[in-house]
């Protein structure tokens, strides 16, 4: 119960986070395309667009962080915790996208450079600075934990160094009078994006596919559980997520021959174990009555492997 609360509170936290930022973020990209536009600032026209697509991936949050509130079904029977794995992978895969196109325009604008009104540059990237470095800071906590969160705080975080370079941009169009540096820039801020958003992307994936989480090392919680008394053996061993911080594992535990009722402590000791050293709360630990065979090399017990 005392879990349960603690995960609605901080949802609730994040919702309302969430929230305001998504409308000073809409709000801004109204601001800077009418600026990009008026000064003519390939720089700044694309990172109207990403701060577009910021907004969306915080919407999207949004919509997934609500969704793992709902209980669940007898058709969803874990609920709705891993809508938002596949927001943060939707999020990442617009960053990639956002790129190509960053890169396309900026080849085109490098060949023919158009005039750019450096001054509105500074002036719009700095408060997109301000701005987006507010929204990555408030939301740096829950992002941690949370992959959703994470992939939108990337969004914001990479929006801020597109600001930067922005006013970089800038700076150099007025100091050297070459209009490439809006191009050159555009594609620096280009292989930012794409860095910043490959992780979240290919973590993602993984944990679609049922990977193992990140952080979580299979053979460590083998050995753990190996290493607790009047355990055999372990083998079948699956460790997935079934939300953005939610891992759950399944295992067979070989115990020899004793008694059933004698596994009910065992079992305790596991879960206990679990989350005290893995952070792993949800469980499905089968019991084998069974001695481990000496030439079963998965059903050697992990302490004793060298």
């Not at 109204?30 to 991936?57: E, K, M, P, R, W």
């Not at 992002?143 to 700076?171: K, Q």
């Not at 070459?178 to 930012?192: E, N, P, T, Y």
């Not at 679990?274 to 469980?283: A, K, Q, V």
Request: glycine share 6%.
């Amino acid at each position: 119960m005392g879990h349960d609360h603690d995960h609605a509170l901080h949802s609730s936290n994040v919702s309302r986070k969430l929230v305001l930022s998504t409308a000073a973020t809409m709000l801004f990209v109204v601001v800077q395309l009418v600026a990009g536009l008026a000064a003519n600032s390939l720089a700044l026209i694309g990172d109207a667009l990403h701060n577009f697509t910021d907004g969306l991936a915080l919407i999207l949050a949004l919509v997934a962080v609500r969704l793992e509130r709902r209980q669940p079904t007898d058709t969803k029977s874990y609920g709705y915790h891993r809508a938002g794995i596949l927001a943060a992978f939707v999020n990442s895969a617009i960053l990639v996208a956002l790129t190509i196109y960053l890169f396309t325009e900026a080849a085109s604008r490098f060949k023919s450079p158009q005039p750019v009104n450096s001054t509105a540059m500074i002036l719009v990237a700095a408060i997109g600075i301000a701005l987006n470095a507010a929204i990555t800071f408030s939301l740096r906590r829950e992002g941690r934990s949370d992959v959703n969160v994470r992939a939108a705080v990337v969004h914001m975080m990479s929006d801020t160094l597109s600001s930067a370079g922005i006013i970089v941009a800038a700076i150099l169009i007025r100091t050297t009078g070459m209009l490439q540096w809006d191009a050159v820039i555009s594609i620096m801020i280009g292989f930012l994006i794409l860095w910043s958003s490959w992780g979240i992307l290919r973590e993602t994936f993984n944990l679609l596919l049922e990977g193992t989480p990140r952080g979580i090392d299979p053979d460590a919680v083998a050995r753990s559980v190996s290493g607790i008394e009047g355990v055999q053996g372990v083998h079948h061993l699956h460790i997935w997520a079934l939300g953005a911080s939610r891992p759950a594992l399944s295992c067979h535990i070989m115990v020899g021959d004793v008694p059933v009722k004698n596994t009910s402590k065992l079992l305790d000791e596991v879960n206990a174990m679990l989350l005290r050293e893995h952070h792993i709360s949800h469980t499905t630990i089968q019991f084998e009555f069974a001695s481990c065979a000496a030439d079963d090399p998965y059903c050697v017990p992990y302490s004793a492997r060298e």
